[in-house]
């Protein structure tokens, strides 16, 4: 079984200061990871994804994560944020034969002017 | 292009009844998924189905069913609700197996 951790439940920046959102994994098999984003009364929105290839995946709204196996972490990130970056994020993995997304409990970004 | 709808958007129900919800995935997506998300947690796997077949079941008890119909829509159904039981329902719909799950927006279901 596979599981996921999101090291900080909250993440209190300012506007254009640069972001990183933390994602460890754990998983006995190879996996596909995901970033998703959620807004206040909405579903979810893919980000990005790594399913193979470069380990440097870049995303929708400037952000990009990086796949590092040896440490088994995909953190998010992105060099300049803004107000309406103001979210909750989940980290998932997906085991490559599997059919479940597994989600982290979620990071709540917070863009202070 | 139509995202994936579901229907109701908001619902509330009181304990021991019983409530379907209902999922159409984008077109041509094959499989539909299923997520409970509490409040304050990351959302939860329930079911998936792929050409109608039950493809994956999460640790949910036997009150939760779910089908999918010829056209790739889907039902989820709860029965002998109870108030753990309230919480943002979320149905993806993928065209493969790599993911990039496409959700809704979401049933709220509130148990009184």
């Known amino acids: 079984a596979q599981s996921v951790t999101q090291l900080d439940s909250q993440v209190p920046v300012f506007e254009e200061a640069p972001v990183e959102l933390r994602c460890n994994y754990s998983?006995?098999?190879?996996?596909?990871l995901f970033w998703y984003v959620q807004y206040p009364n909405q579903g979810l929105q893919l980000l990005l994804k790594?399913?193979?290839?470069?380990?440097l995946v870049k995303g929708i709204n400037g952000f990009e994560a990086e796949f590092n196996k040896s440490q088994t972490s995909f953190h998010l990130r992105k060099p300049s944020v803004h107000i309406s970056d103001t979210a909750e994020y989940f980290c998932?993995?997906?085991?490559?034969?599997?059919?479940?997304?597994?989600f982290g409990e979620g990071t709540q970004l917070t863009v202070n002017p | 292009d139509a995202g994936v709808t579901q229907s109701p958007t908001h619902l509330i129900k009181t304990r021991g009844q019983h409530v379907t919800l209902r999922c159409s995935p984008i077109?041509?997506?094959?499989?539909v998924s299923w997520y409970q998300q509490v409040l304050g947690q990351g959302p939860q796997f329930i079911f998936q189905?792929?050409?109608?077949?039950?493809?994956g079941r999460g640790n949910f008890p036997d009150r939760f069913s779910a089908r999918q119909f010829p056209n790739y829509s889907s039902e989820l159904n709860v029965n002998a609700l109870l108030l753990g039981d309230s919480a943002l329902y979320l149905c993806?719909?993928?065209?493969?197996?790599?993911?990039?799950?496409?959700f809704g927006s979401g049933t709220r279901l509130t148990v009184v």
């Open positions: 993806a719909s993928s065209s493969d197996r790599t993911g990039g799950y496409t």
């Open positions: 998983s006995s098999v190879s996996v596909y």
């Open positions: 790594y399913l193979s290839g470069s380990t």
């Open positions: 998932a993995v997906k085991e490559t034969s599997g059919s479940r997304l597994t």
């Open positions: 077109s041509g997506h094959k499989s």
């Open positions: 189905y792929y050409e109608k077949e039950e493809r």
